[in-house]
Every structure is written in structure tokens, then in C-alpha cells.
């Protein structure tokens, strides 16, 4: 007798999918490059590049979705594209232009190591409809510590080693 999935937690539907890391939007190639964080905190970094004539391209955080590999989705703070930071940034971009884009999410379990989904609201020039692009089962990196610290970590570091001695 052969057996059918009859609920969400069936072997089938547990099984991890992975989605092409560069994916196509109309005239964009838009690629994940790194998922990458501190703490709680996860920014996720892309390229797009534009194939097509001149057109906008937004990035919409507070309705992209981060789902990490402990089961806590949470939505976007902010995206970065084109020196804009804001809940929506984008930028008018022209044929063959490529330009670095991000996403960060706060919130996201301080012992997560990858992102099991990410879901990003795109939307370009008006009369195009709104797009989600998703990606799966991507490795969480640590971000670097700073190497160079603050003037008001320095003094605080200072204080510290005058006090130990």
C-alpha cells in the first residue's frame, strides 16, 4: 500500500529545497551573496544588476520575511540599495547597471546558523506588479568584529587595562 502525505509534517514536505542563489526578475538578475550576523541581528547582501532598458527597482524590508533554521520568521528593518537606507530603497538604475543592495532583520534567534527561507519584496517601475523572489537553506556567517575600535572604545579599553594593572 502506498503511503500519502496527508499533513505538514510529512517526510516529503520536511525535506530542505534549495533555490537557486541568482534568480531573474523580468529584465533583473538579482543574487544573494551572503546572509551574515551578530547577535540577533542578520543583513543579507545582494547584487542586482539591470539587463533591460532603464528602469526602478525597490526593495521593500517590512514585508520580506527571514525565517531562521530555530523556526522564527521575522520581517526586514530596513534595506539598503544605492546609499538609500530605508523601509523601502531602490533606485533608478540604467541597462547594464549593477548595484549592491542589502536587507536586515532583527529579532532572529541568537543560535541560528542559516536561513531556511527568505522571502524579498521587489517592485518595479510602475505598471509592474510586485514580485517576491525566494531563497532557501542559506549558511548564517558571523560578521567580522570590527578590527579598528571607536575612539569610545579605545577609551574604554584604556580605562580597563589602567585599572588591571
Do not use: H
Not at 533583473?28 to 551572503?34: A, D, H, S, W
Amino acid at each position: 500500500m502506498q503511503q500519502v502525505a496527508t499533513n505538514r509534517d510529512s517526510v516529503e514536505l520536511r525535506q530542505p529545497i534549495d533555490l537557486p542563489r541568482t534568480q531573474q526578475v523580468e529584465d533583473f538578475t538579482v543574487t544573494l551573496e551572503k546572509c551574515e550576523g551578530r547577535s540577533s541581528v542578520v543583513t543579507c547582501k545582494l547584487a542586482v544588476k539591470n539587463n533591460g532598458p532603464e528602469c526602478g527597482f525597490n526593495i521593500t524590508s517590512d514585508q520580506s520575511i527571514l525565517v531562521d533554521d530555530l523556526g522564527r520568521a521575522v520581517n526586514g528593518l530596513w534595506a539598503k540599495m544605492d546609499n538609500a537606507v530605508e523601509v523601502t530603497a531602490g533606485s533608478r538604475m540604467l541597462r547594464g547597471a549593477s548595484l549592491p543592495a542589502s536587507l536586515t532583520f532583527g529579532y532572529v534567534s541568537e543560535n541560528a546558523t542559516k536561513v531556511t527561507r527568505l522571502i524579498i519584496k521587489l517592485s518595479l517601475t510602475v505598471p509592474r506588479p510586485v514580485r517576491l523572489l525566494e531563497f532557501r537553506n542559506i549558511p548564517l556567517e558571523a560578521t567580522p568584529a570590527d578590527p579598528t575600535p571607536t575612539p569610545a572604545k579605545a577609551a574604554t579599553l584604556t580605562k580597563g587595562a589602567s585599572r588591571s594593572r
